[in-house]
């Protein structure tokens, strides 16, 4: 009998110790400590992956820049692969949020379907193996939404910028949102709908844009005319009185000489959305100061025909001169390499985006008949050359009336305002007051007011009508 | 050193309780070893989970405990056995009635029983299993339960089904057990007795097979060791069991003497027997005193115990339904033609149909009364009963135990004669003659394959056909003879019928009409056409 009381009393014992560590254990502080949370994640990338990463925090955004060589190519070989990326979009959907309304712009350029985009995940995810680029880029962006779910720092949005250092200077850019990564991991949606929440785009590096710009001005010193110069460089926001001299300053540090300041590194770096600083040093021009040049950059990949950019200031720097006090808290040019510019994402903007790729995923072109027929009969490789040719094609001015089954701009409208009442359920997003649809180019415009865009989330919706 | 020695010593003692903890211990370590090293995140969501999973696997360790000690204390063994003590029993051989043979034999095994002591000093030994078999409902349980009650030894009632279970080794396992309590109350008692119903159920041969044979051939090994096995018993366990299956059915070491030693066959009672029977159901109810119960008892040729009885209570529901307080004749007549013959069901017919089966009814009732050595046409009816359109009930005066040939010819002639009938009237036949060719064939392939009643064939050709290899032990020619001989048989007797109802062929027409008109005749209406035409055979003594 006493042996089975003692007995009895250890394993009690025994059992109160493992319900203290456990207790202990829950207790234990977050893997990511908000004050730690981008130099703990740049260490996990280096221990886990021997991956170098530049991690940031700005606003509630989490954002890691990783350099990937050979991504372009990858990204080149994988759109040529999918034949559904040679295919134009019917329409183009750009999504705002502005004084507390969500704006959409929609314009058709060839007739469309509106149709659910499928809601199973990618048949061929998991099949193919990934090459090194997408592995590294997966392996990137698994640390990071650990962080962001293991970490006590407010953080609700995260961005992955992928630049390829190579010659085509390019970023990949994904973001989400904290909320959507952790639905996924209790497996309350799939990965195509965690998919679709996210945001990816491809854009030029704006450093290397803005660098392109300057070399680009600078060569042009000797080549055009001041006018010219003015016109094609000065930034809209800019009078061309302020830009003159500084221009004529330039040109005469510069002499011609330009060449010898494009053997050395220059320094860039993006200051917010569109501004990048490009300082050039003079060195070489046996001048011991710098030329720090502001340039405004055009988002995302930019027209080729048009100028990617202009310049918003120019200004030169002596020997050892700090920077303008305004530039003072990005640091020394020397400095900029280390660093990268992040957009502090907000919920409503990334409400209206997600709304705006989720138009665009459901709108599927109408192919012509005819014209599908007679792709149809020349072999593979001559069909996506074809495809790839009318893609840069720009549409026909005349239009044809539309084929049977599709969808009209009313239907959109509706398709739209479904959309963004599901979006704004997920998030818990009721600080708007209305939502506007407008047709580009007819300027049609169908409004509907918050409390209204409610309704859509039932089964009947009510019918809007096009503002008179 | 003395302290890292008894230490040592006591570690040496108690290395279970040292290893077991040492193991929780280990285990908790690495578990929280393995949590810390989750992020965050993950750590919670683990942790969040870890409750529920913990009462799930509580949840699944009580299921699986409750199922091994169920095993490993037989609770599936268990079997609700109807343990009854002699005393509460009380059937006597008095009791038991229409079976005087049967209950001989079971007074003997009763005053062996009885008498065990005198027997073991004798050097004797008792008997191990009593087989009883026959037909249903013949007293083979009541006869069990009065050897309980004279024999004053405690009686285990089960049915052999008891013993068929889902799992695999759980019927044996209730043999071993059913064994095991009656080792117990032999003790205690002297005696016991074990009563398997339907013994069939677990008795049936053995099958030796690669598959591994039927989850009852284990039952039935373990029967069969408890009654004779490797280990003698010391106590006296008599198995009765009871079975309708023939002989040949049951494993043949179940009926080797040592087991069932002794076989009691119950039969269906005699005359006499079914008298007494009669006499006893029938102090049961209430009945007119002016019975003519011997009437009654001929009437019921070949009826077993069970079946008197039924028709006792349904006589007396007759009674009742007509407002009588007793049970009189006319009750009983009715109850055996429900029994016999089914309830009736009237189907709207044409006038054709009802003429058809007036004239088919009719060609069985004059092939019975002409041409039938033993058989009397109590009732002839167009009305439908259990899925027939007219019937004509037949029963035979008297009770034969073997048929002879002249039997069997009138049989067929009696099956065919509904068929011949109709093709004579209307030049056509009915699908109503397929059950009569069906008994009509089967009697004659017997007589001609099995029983050498044919011309030139003798022999069980019918066994040798079906022994393994019987397409190669009989010839094509000598199939094609017997078969032939089958037909000749029916041409023949269906000749005989054509030339019987042609000649009384007015006496059929009269049959048909009153047929028509009433419906159904009864014996005495029968007779009393049969005699109006001068064509009557006598009414038999009683009747």
Redesign the interface.
């Known amino acids: 009998m006493m042996n089975q009381d003692a007995l009895q009393q250890k394993g009690l014992s025994l059992f109160l110790v493992a319900v203290f560590s456990f207790a202990l254990t829950s207790c234990g502080g977050s893997s990511y400590p908000k004050d730690q949370l981008t130099q703990r994640l740049a260490e996990v990338c280096k221990r886990e992956y021997g991956l170098t990463v530049r991690a940031q925090v700005s606003g509630t955004t989490l954002g890691v820049l990783v350099e990937l060589p050979g991504l372009v190519d990858e990204l080149r070989k994988s759109a040529s692969a999918d034949e559904r990326a040679l295919m134009d979009p019917p329409l183009s959907v750009e999504g705002r949020y502005t004084e507390g309304a969500f704006d959409f712009r929609v314009e058709v350029k060839t007739p469309f379907k509106l149709k659910h985009p499928g809601l199973e995940d990618d048949p061929d995810d998991g099949k193919k193996e990934p090459s090194d680029v997408m592995k590294k880029l997966r392996r990137v962006s698994h640390i990071v939404l650990r962080a962001c779910l293991s970490t006590d720092a407010k953080i609700d949005f995260y961005t992955i910028i992928a630049r390829d250092p190579g010659s085509e200077k390019y970023d990949l850019i994904f973001s989400g949102h904290v909320l959507d990564t952790k639905m996924m991991q209790y497996y309350a949606i799939s990965m195509g709908e965690f998919r679709r929440r996210s945001e990816y785009s491809v854009r030029r590096q704006p450093e290397a844009l803005a660098a392109e710009i300057v070399e680009a001005f600078l060569i042009d010193l000797r080549r055009r005319s001041v006018p010219e110069l003015l016109s094609a460089y000065t930034a809209r926001t800019k009078r061309f009185e302020a830009m003159l001299p500084k221009m004529i300053d330039v040109a005469t540090i510069v002499q011609g000489n330009e060449q010898k300041l494009f053997d050395q590194p220059w320094y860039s770096r993006q200051i917010d959305e569109k501004t990048v600083l490009v300082a050039v040093p003079l060195k070489p021009l046996a001048d011991p100061g710098t030329l720090l040049f502001v340039v405004e950059v055009k988002e995302g990949m930019g027209n080729p025909r048009e100028m990617p950019g202009a310049l918003l200031d120019i200004l030169r720097l002596g020997n050892r001169e700090l920077l303008p006090e305004a530039y003072q808290k990005y640091g020394p040019p020397e400095t900029w390499k280390d660093s990268f510019y992040l957009e502090p994402l907000s919920l409503p903007v990334f409400i209206a985006k997600q709304v705006a790729r989720r138009a665009l995923a459901s709108a599927e072109p109408i192919p012509d008949e005819k014209e599908e027929a007679e792709l149809k009969k020349l072999p593979k490789d001559a069909q996506k050359m074809k495809r790839l040719l009318k893609k840069n094609k720009p549409a026909p001015v005349v239009k044809k009336p539309l084929p049977p089954g599709a969808a009209t701009l009313q239907d959109l409208a509706q398709w739209v305002t479904a959309d963004l009442a599901y979006v704004t359920k997920i998030y818990q997003f009721n600080q708007y007051r209305e939502m506007s649809l407008v047709d580009v180019e007819k300027g049609t415009r169908w409004q509907v007011p918050a409390a209204q865009v409610e309704l859509f989330r039932k089964k009947d919706p009510p019918k809007i009508s096009p503002v008179p | 050193m003395s302290f890292f020695r008894k230490i040592k010593i006591w570690v040496v003692d108690h290395w279970i309780?040292v290893s077991v903890?040492g193991g929780?211990?280990l285990c908790?370590g690495l578990?929280?070893w393995g949590?810390?090293q989750l992020?965050?995140?993950?750590?919670?969501?683990t942790?969040a989970t870890?409750p529920m999973t913990m009462l799930m696997w509580l949840v699944s360790s009580v299921i699986s405990a409750f199922v091994y000690v169920s095993i490993m204390f037989g609770y599936f063994s268990r079997m609700d056995k109807k343990q009854v003590k002699s005393s509460s029993v009380n059937v006597r051989f008095d009791d038991v009635l229409g079976i005087d043979e049967s209950k001989d034999e079971a007074r003997e095994v009763v005053a062996l029983l009885k008498d065990r002591t005198r027997l073991k000093n004798v050097g004797g030994k008792i008997l191990r299993g009593i087989l009883m078999q026959g037909p249903p409902g013949c007293g083979k349980t009541f006869l069990a339960k009065a050897i309980a009650t004279e024999a004053g030894i405690p009686f285990l009632s089960l049915a052999a089904s008891d013993f068929v279970q889902v799992f695999v080794g759980v019927g044996a396992s209730r043999i071993r057990k059913v064994f095991k309590d009656a080792q117990r109350q032999a003790y205690a008692s002297g005696a016991c007795i074990i009563f398997i119903d339907e013994l069939d159920a677990i008795g049936r041969a053995r099958t030796y097979s690669s598959m591994g044979g039927q989850e009852t051939d284990q039952t039935l090994n373990a029967l069969l060791v408890e009654m004779d096995g490797l280990q003698g018993r010391q106590e006296s366990i008599v198995v009765i069991g009871a079975t309708n299956a023939p002989e040949g059915v049951l494993d043949a070491a179940l009926l080797r003497p040592g087991r069932f030693d002794r076989k009691i066959y119950v039969d269906r009672p005699n005359l006499k027997g079914r008298e007494q029977v009669f006499g006893y159901y029938l102090k049961k109810v209430q009945y007119d005193p002016s019975l003519d119960i011997p009437r009654l008892a001929r009437r019921a040729v070949g009826k077993t115990p069970a079946e008197i009885e039924n028709i006792v209570k349904e006589a007396a529901l007759i009674a009742t339904r007509q407002g009588r307080d007793k049970v009189i004749f006319s009750d009983l007549s009715e109850a055996f033609e429900r029994v016999d013959l089914g309830i009736k069901h009237r189907r709207s017919m044409t006038d054709t149909e009802k003429k058809m089966t007036a004239y088919h009814e009719t060609g069985h009732l004059m092939a019975t009364y002409f041409l039938h050595p033993t058989d009397d046409v109590f009732k002839a009816s167009i009305i439908g009963r259990r899925g027939t359109l007219g019937v004509v009930w037949k029963v035979p005066r008297e009770e034969l135990h073997s048929h002879t040939k002249v039997h069997l010819l009138a049989n067929i002639k009696v099956s065919l004669a509904g068929y011949a009938a109709e093709r004579m009237v209307f030049n056509t036949s009915t699908s109503g003659v397929s059950a009569d060719f069906e008994n009509a064939m089967a009697i004659a392939h017997n007589m001609v394959w099995q029983l050498g009643m044919g011309k030139k064939y003798i022999g069980d050709w019918e066994m040798v056909a079906n022994s393994a290899n019987g397409s190669l032990n009989i010839s094509e020619s000598a199939r094609t003879e017997l078969n032939e001989e089958t037909n000749q048989i029916l041409q023949e007797c269906l000749k005989e019928v054509e030339e019987l109802l042609t000649k009384e062929r007015p006496l059929m027409d009269r049959f048909v009409l009153e047929l028509l008109r009433k419906e159904e005749l009864e014996y005495d209406e029968i007779e009393a056409i049969f005699r109006d035409a001068g064509k009557a055979r006598g009414m038999l003594p009683g009747f």
Do not use: A, G, P
């Open positions: 309780v903890v929780v211990l908790i578990t929280w949590m810390s992020e965050s995140f993950y750590r919670t969501m942790l870890m």
